[in-house]
């Protein structure tokens, strides 16, 4: 009984705060919405007996990438009220479309009669007796270790590709280079002379 | 041999039309006249050997051009007697039209596309003479065809000339279409295109039938008359004979070889070539003989009232082919072969010395304004006389003297007779047609000669004299136009008729002194008079006497032995008849342009509507023009205004191409550059697809 | 495990080379930089053609590595030869034109685009082997991220930029409706294995199968830029650098392309009836947009985008046909479309005007046929392959779709196939017309002959391979990738 309270209650939050994160004027709300969307999407993890999944959103998701977000959106200057103004203009047929799509899929899945995804055919059935993260990570660094170090090798393509599209030289600065310093000797840098008097020293 | 005798004119073609501007133009027909020449030097032992008996015929196989179930044809070059006739007379005819082009053409731009042609019709000719099945022939047929397109429109900057090809062209192409539906039709009752097997099975068809449109119809005589068709339209035979005269616009030489000698003899070779399955086709031999004798005399009565000096001898040539159709529909194929023969030599003569006559005059052709070139042209005018002598049959029937002509014309006109008396329909009557046209015949050629060399010099009123007076040079020579006739009433024949302007100058020559044509011109001139004169006399025993005919023909063509002996037995008055009606052409000629020359006006006065009415020629262009052209044109301009343009191309390629365009410009306009645009796209794309998908499902 | 893991190991060497490859030469590159490019570029190269020789071992029955997540074999292996020699070439194509953007023509290429590339390819090679829906994704977005970063590799040029960002946003959207769809399979048949989802469809093919089909094959139709999908094309080909362009259109098309046969016969085997519709949708929609939107099109790299599109659709009809020969079909044009593209492509690369900066605009090219005769001569050529003109080899592979989709009983689809390759006929004949026979404008660039002799020997080799000589590729190219379809159909 109280699982299906919180599960409908999750799970309006979810949508509802979803549809805010769209519909907010102020993109840093959208962003705050977003956060407790993020959160109320874990919760429904933990219903579902998924706690490893449930943490991975808080930390990584709201932990990093919302508050990355929330930077980004304060620190850039971008004017959304102009990014916005063809929204409404756009609305009536984008609303149309979304409507038909989801009244057919939602028309799909009603005509589906299963009831319950089938859990017996997942491929990787876990064990009771381990825990939920220890499950993951066994299946993920043998089973799936294919895809995880493909996974690894998507990340440093994104590095790479971040780097490349916003390092830049920088003509003109002088950067100290210890190699450089390291080597020099003193004969580069001293010169002994020993002038007459009167004469003076040349330069 | 025969390889390179038919392989060489093409050969040179190749090299003087692909080398043309590259090569020069002594190059060019240096190389044209001596493959020509050499053709030439290997064709005459062949027929010699026939004629002396020592050969016997050959099938040379080249290779094979195609093969399909039971159609195989096969390029060769077969030989036999008719053969051997026909080479020596393209051959010949041809080297000579090359020399003389060398003078006659020595002022024109384009020399090395001229012998080209020439050159290319030669081969096309002989490809024609040597086919062994009817494909090849009409590979043959088709390649003279397309010579004669050619060089007719030679110069095809003069619009005349263009328009000519276009006819010659035309009109020929519905007697090709004959031709092609009678080859279709023989491979569909005999199985086979090849010549000899359909000959050997030719007289077992006779009197077989088919159904077509529920008709019962006679084979062979479907067969043949479709054949025939084709031959009249090669031929220019009476109803597609309005492309000759037209053809004339091409240069002179060309007149010679194509337009008289060789290609429209094209037809009398195919009836005689397939003889045997004419014989087997009572009918169609009638329609032969009837068609025959109408040409004619048709042409000979045109022939009487032009002026134009090659649209006489392009008339006469019409009714001489004429006189080899109906010998051929009697059955004496002998004879219309003989006549074939003998008039290639005398026509070319004509022709080459009209071309002569021109040259001289400046590029002149009418007759009016011609007279008392005698004097200036000797060479000419005597090579002309031979040619007239020979063409009007002059010789003595009972002493076996003559020319050329009299002992070819006289055997088609005997055996004409005897085959009348043999029970052939139409025979006598085909006789006294002959016999009247033969009486024209004397009067036009004669005509003719007076006209164009005896009496005054009547040349003050040419404009090409007076083009050649005024400019030094002479580079109008080779497209000046002939725009500009005389009225028809005008028409007559008296030069003081010609108006005032002559009468300044009281010689009438203007002050123009007319030049005698360079000599390698008048060498094929002297060559064929020799021909004119003595081909009769050498030849006649092998092609039409009963003997010797029938072992020099050897099977080649069906010749009636029968025949050949009845008509040496005709009655001595249809012996004399060419004779009287030969020299009655003279005296009438005589009479009326040198003794009498009021004489022809008066008589045009009298029977005025008679004398318009050939003037006219029949007014067969006019009937053709109003019964095919215009409905043609209208049916043209009908398909091609709302069915092709309003409904075709609208619909069609148009109404596409611009659907086309605009979708282009639909695509570009959703090709916007806007991210929601395409995110819109996308999603109108998914949406799309899944309702399509659920609707399915 | 173990010797399972060593045996897939051994199946996936290509990729784990290409990788290995990739990471020594990145550590290259950030030592010393991008006056080691040259060499950096070579030593990709070298990579790729040995991951090429790798692809041999693949045992001739085929094999499964890791558990069902890949599968290597003859389509595979096809496959992977096609686009690492893609990639090689669009690697070999770029120090040149890199050089004459960067200010004063004299510059270096950034040491990071052959490793991007070599990246990319461990992706495509990854979607081309694979036989579960997470190898798939994980393989397109390797391909798709480097893709991206690659649109806009020119940061200072605002097109380049701009093409980047756009092929990402759209990318992402992409990215999210193939998910969508590979939620929905693995919801409804609890496996994301291919012959996991081919028994479930079997079984019960119910409405959020056939969801997650649509989506999934909406998702894959964007990354083969095939209409409706196709928005982003012109506008990338358009601003991407020009190797960068030739990449995309050669070597990413093939992976998808391939990809997408995978699935539709591997995963959706026992729904044919229905994924053809989609596909004979694609397929139309494509060909006929590509053949129309070229003709408007007066910039030569966004005409090619629309070739691209055009010629996708026409393998698709291959695919649409549902059979073994229509899948050899569609490899086969596959393989002759790269060698035409890139050809193209390097033909393009070489119009540089007296500056060293490229021409793009084709009106400005008239009179080249004057300046560069052979030059032209082998655009022409690759025009005329394009458009499927028969001597070309081009003709030969629409010719194989055409039969295989007449075959199948698609009369009416190889009909208005050939129809829409009448009118893409008239846009490649008009910039051979543009080039070879109309007048210099007034305006027109003083041409650089300046060659080079890698690129003069690549448009050689590819133009003999195009060439009527191409014919007789056909018995090892028809061996080939009826071997790779044979493979799908075991």
Not at chain 2, 439 to 447: A, E, G, H, Q
Not at chain 3, 27 to 48: K, M, N, Q
Not at chain 3, 262 to 280: H, K, M, N, S
Request: proline share 4%; glycine share 10%; hydrophobic share 55%.
């Amino acid at each position: 009984m109280i699982q299906t309270i919180a599960f409908y209650l999750f799970a309006t939050l979810v949508i509802a705060s979803g549809a805010l994160t769209v519909f907010a004027r102020n993109p840093v709300h959208s962003v705050l919405w977003l956060i407790l969307a993020f959160f109320n999407a874990a919760g429904l993890m933990i219903l579902l007996g998924a706690e490893f999944i449930a943490m991975l959103l808080i930390i990584v998701y709201v932990g990093a990438v919302a508050v990355l977000f929330l930077f980004v959106v304060m620190m850039l200057d971008v004017d959304f009220a102009e990014l916005r103004a063809g929204f409404v203009r756009y609305l009536p047929l984008g609303a149309l479309l979304a409507i038909v799509l989801a009244v057919e899929i939602v028309f799909a899945i009603g005509a589906w009669s299963a009831g319950a995804i089938n859990m017996g055919a997942r491929i990787a059935p876990v064990a009771s007796d381990v825990s939920n993260t220890q499950a993951i990570g066994q299946l993920l660094y043998t089973r799936y270790i294919f895809l995880f170090e493909a996974a690894g090798i998507i990340l440093l393509v994104a590095m790479v590709g971040a780097i490349v599209l916003t390092h830049r030289k920088r003509g003109g600065v002088k950067p100290q280079d210890i190699g450089h310093q390291v080597r020099r000797r003193p004969e580069d840098a001293t010169r002994l002379t020993r002038p007459e008097s009167g004469q003076g020293v040349e330069l | 041999m025969i390889k390179l005798i038919v392989f060489l004119p093409l050969l040179a073609a190749l090299v003087a039309g692909l080398g043309n501007r590259m090569i020069g133009n002594v190059v060019a027909k240096a190389i044209t006249t001596g493959a020509l020449l050499t053709s030439c030097a290997l064709s005459w032992p062949i027929f010699l050997a026939f004629v002396a008996g020592n050969a016997s015929p050959s099938v040379t196989p080249l290779f094979t051009w195609m093969q399909s179930g039971g159609l195989d044809i096969a390029w060769s070059l077969r030989v036999d007697t008719l053969t051997a006739v026909m080479l020596v007379v393209v051959t010949s005819v041809s080297s000579l039209v090359h020399i003389y082009s060398w003078g006659y053409m020595d002022e024109d731009p384009d020399q090395p596309r001229f012998f080209a042609y020439l050159s290319l019709f030669t081969f096309a000719m002989l490809m024609l003479v040597t086919a062994n099945n009817l494909v090849q022939m009409f590979f043959g047929w088709e390649g003279v065809g397309l010579a004669s397109y050619l060089l007719i429109g030679f110069w095809f900057k003069k619009p005349s000339a263009n328009a000519a090809a276009i006819k010659a062209f035309v009109v020929n192409r519905v007697g090709d279409l004959g031709f092609m539906l009678g080859i279709f039709g023989t491979f569909l009752v005999f199985g086979t295109v090849s010549i000899p097997d359909i000959l050997a099975a030719a007289p077992g068809m006779a009197g077989s039938a088919i159904t077509f449109l529920g008709m019962r119809l006679d084979t062979m005589t479907i067969l043949t008359l479709l054949l025939f068709v084709g031959a009249m339209g090669k031929s220019a035979q009476l109803g597609l004979h309005t492309w000759l005269p037209d053809a004339m616009e091409g240069p002179t030489p060309v007149s010679a070889l194509i337009h008289a000698a060789t290609m429209v003899t094209a037809g009398v070779f195919m009836v005689c070539r397939l003889s045997p399955m004419f014989e087997a086709a009572p009918v169609a031999q009638g329609f032969v003989i009837f068609i025959g004798a109408a040409t004619c005399l048709f042409a000979a009565t045109v022939a009487t009232t032009q002026t134009d000096i090659k649209r006489v001898i392009a008339y006469s040539t019409c009714s001489q082919l004429g006189y080899m159709f109906f010998a051929a529909g009697v059955g004496a194929y002998g004879a219309a072969m003989f006549h074939l023969f003998t008039h290639a030599f005398f026509k070319a003569l004509l022709f080459l010395g009209a071309g002569s006559v021109i040259h001289a005059m400046h590029h002149e052709q009418d007759m009016r304004y011609y007279g008392a070139l005698r004097k200036r042209i000797p060479l000419t005018f005597w090579a002309m006389v031979a040619g007239t002598l020979a063409i009007t049959g002059v010789g003595i029937p009972g002493l076996a003297v003559g020319f050329a002509g009299f002992w070819s014309k006289d055997a088609i006109l005997e055996s004409a007779w005897a085959a009348g008396s043999l029970g052939v329909e139409g025979g006598h009557l085909a006789f006294l047609v002959g016999a009247f046209a033969a009486l024209l015949t004397s009067f036009y050629s004669w005509r003719l000669i007076f006209l164009t060399f005896f009496g005054k010099a009547r040349w003050t009123q040419s404009e090409h004299i007076a083009h050649a007076l005024h400019d030094a040079h002479g580079d109008h020579h080779a497209d000046s136009d002939h725009d500009n006739p005389p009225s028809q009433e005008d028409a007559g024949h008296e030069p003081a008729q010609h108006g005032p302007a002559a009468a300044g100058l009281s010689d009438g020559t203007g002050g123009y002194h007319p030049h005698e044509s360079p000599w390698s011109m008048l060498v094929p001139l002297i060559v064929l008079s020799i021909g004119a004169v003595a081909a009769g006399q050498v030849f006649h025993h092998v092609f039409v006497d009963p003997e010797g005919g029938l072992a020099f023909w050897n099977g080649s063509i069906a010749f009636d032995a029968h025949l050949a002996h009845a008509s040496h037995e005709v009655p001595t008055w249809v012996m004399f008849t060419p004779f009287v009606v030969m020299l009655t052409g003279l005296w009438i000629a005589y009479n009326n342009y040198i003794r009498d020359p009021g004489a022809p006006a008066r008589f045009t006065a009298m029977f005025g509507p008679l004398y318009t009415f050939l003037l006219n020629k029949w007014y067969f262009d006019e009937l053709y023009n109003v019964i095919f052209v215009r409905p043609a044109f209208w049916f043209g301009r009908l398909f091609w205004q709302r069915g092709d343009v309003g409904i075709i191309d609208r619909f069609g390629p148009d109404g596409a191409a611009r659907a086309v365009q605009g979708g282009s410009v639909l695509t570009g306009r959703l090709q916007s550059g806007f991210l929601y645009t395409y995110a819109l796209v996308m999603l109108l794309g998914l949406a799309g697809l899944a309702t399509w998908a659920m609707v399915r499902f | 495990m173990n010797h399972d893991m060593s045996a897939s190991l051994l199946l996936v060497a290509p990729e784990l080379t290409l990788t290995l490859a990739g990471l020594a030469l990145l550590i290259w590159a950030a030592f010393f930089g991008d006056r080691h490019a040259t060499g950096i570029s070579i030593a990709a190269v070298a990579a790729l053609v040995g991951a090429g020789a790798l692809t041999s071992l693949a045992p001739a029955a085929g094999g499964n590595a890791f558990d069902g997540l890949a599968r290597v074999d003859a389509f595979s292996t096809f496959a992977h030869v096609l686009i690492y020699f893609a990639a090689a070439v669009a690697i070999i194509i770029a120090p040149r034109f890199f050089r004459a953007h960067t200010p004063g023509g004299h510059g270096l290429m950034r040491a990071e685009y052959p490793i991007l590339i070599v990246f990319a390819a461990v992706g495509m090679g990854m979607m081309v082997s694979a036989t579960d829906l997470m190898t798939l994704y994980v393989g397109l977005e390797m391909n798709s991220l480097a893709a991206y970063v690659l649109a806009s590799f020119i940061r200072t040029d605002t097109r380049s930029a701009e093409a980047g960002l756009k092929y990402f946003v759209l990318g992402a959207l992409a990215s999210g409706i193939l998910l969508y769809g590979m939620s929905l399979l693995y919801g409804f048949s609890g496996t994301t294995n291919f012959a996991g989802i081919a028994a479930a469809m079997g079984a019960d093919f119910s409405g959020g199968l056939v969801f997650g089909l649509v989506f999934v094959l909406a998702g894959l139709a964007f990354k083969i830029s095939a209409v409706p999908f196709h928005m982003w094309t012109p506008d990338v080909y358009e601003g991407a650098p020009t190797p960068v362009t030739a990449f995309f259109a050669s070597a990413p098309k093939v992976a998808a392309m391939a990809l997408t046969v995978r699935v539709c016969i591997e995963a959706f085997g026992p729904t044919t009836l229905d994924w053809q519709q989609i596909i004979i949708f694609l397929a139309l929609a494509s060909t006929i947009l590509g053949a129309v939107g070229a003709i408007g099109q007066r910039n030569i790299k966004r005409l090619l985008a629309y070739s691209s599109i055009n010629n996708v659709g026409f393998a698709l009809i291959g695919l649409a046909a549902g059979s073994e020969a229509g899948v050899a079909a569609t490899m086969s044009y596959m393989a002759v479309y790269v060698v035409m593209t890139l050809g193209s492509f390097l033909c393009i690369l070489q119009l540089r005007d007296a500056g060293g900066a490229y021409v793009e605009d084709i009106a400005r090219m008239a009179g080249l046929g004057k300046a560069r005769p052979w030059l032209v001569g082998a655009i022409a050529l690759f025009m005329f392959s394009l458009a499927g003109i028969p001597p070309l080899f081009g003709f030969w592979p629409k010719f194989l779709v055409f039969d295989a989709a007449v075959r199948a009983g698609l009369l009416p689809l190889a009909i208005i196939g050939a129809l829409s390759s009448v009118i893409s006929a008239f846009y490649y004949l008009k910039v051979i017309k543009t080039m070879a026979f109309d007048e210099a404008p007034a305006d027109a660039p003083q041409w650089t002959a300046e060659g080079n002799a890698v690129e003069t020997g690549l448009i050689g080799f590819t133009a003999t391979a195009i060439s009527p000589l191409g014919y007789l590729a056909i018995a090892p190219l028809a061996y080939l990738s009826g071997n790779a379809a044979l493979a799908l159909f075991r």
